[in-house]
């Protein structure tokens, strides 16, 4: 998509770091007409404000806030504004070879149709969006993002069991994460370790811990900072020393398990 010169008008553009492939885009347009154009990626979104048209197949659709679009590769479409809403979206283009280790190999999804209301994957594809858009977020954190998004929008597929044999391809990627909480690493570097597919991987740490890979670092990371706080480091200290970007996302975790800020907890 290009902009013009009207200032009513904003598309931003984000690649997220560890999602090669994977680009998300942001816009406000009001009075926007997109002629009959396609993606060579999968095309998903949704409404945050206002209201568009979608034509798809011949077909005509009202997509409005809470609403889902979903694309395949390749599929014609025209969409233009409707009302006097600023029409606000966001969007995601997802190649196929991007989401296949999130598909246990698969490169496809099928969607029943262009479009569906559905306000809880609203929200999951609009948070999912917002943590991708983060200049701060970790390799982890947007693979296991992207990873639930997926899930999410293959939730009508039959996937195929996690392989019986893997409480030690389980524990070798739990030692792994012991040992590496602190460090940046994706699913694909655990999967690598436990010798699994990243969904298998995900799926079966999931059942043996009761935790996503991502939350389990996570506690690790509160469980260190907390030793370290008692022993009376600096705060800002732990936070690096733990693997977080910064004070503030200490403090988001470690409230989150503790109920209180690392600063209140040091004090008492």
Known sequence: MSID?????????????????????????????????M?????????????????????EHVVGAGDVLRLHPGEPHANR???????????????GESIAPYLDGETDLSFAGPVV???????????????LCHDGTGELEQESAMLGLIEALAADRNVAAAPAATGAAVERARDYIDAHFADGFGLATLAEV?????????HSFRKATGFSPLAYRNQLRVS?????????????DVAAAVGFADQSHLTRHFQRIFGVSPGRYAQQ
Do not use: N, Q
């Open 81 to 95: 504004c409707l009302g006097g809403e600023t029409l606000r979206y966001r969007v995601f283009y997802l190649p």
């Open 39 to 59: 993606h060579p990626e999968y095309v998903v979104g949704t409404v945050v404000s206002g209201a568009e048209e979608l034509r798809v197949g011949g077909a």
């Open 224 to 236: 260190e900072a907390r030793r370290m706080l008692l022993a009376g480091e600096r705060i800002a």
């Open 117 to 131: 209301r559905a306000p809880a994957l609203a929200r999951l594809l609009a948070t999912t969006h917002e943590t």
């Open 5 to 37: 010169g009207d200032d009513r008008d904003r598309a931003r553009f984000v690649r997220p770091r560890f999602l090669p492939g994977v680009e998300l885009v942001s816009v406000a347009y009001r009075d926007r007409v997109f002629p009959t154009h």
């Open 194 to 202: 436990a010798d699994l597919s990243v969904f298998h991987l995900a």
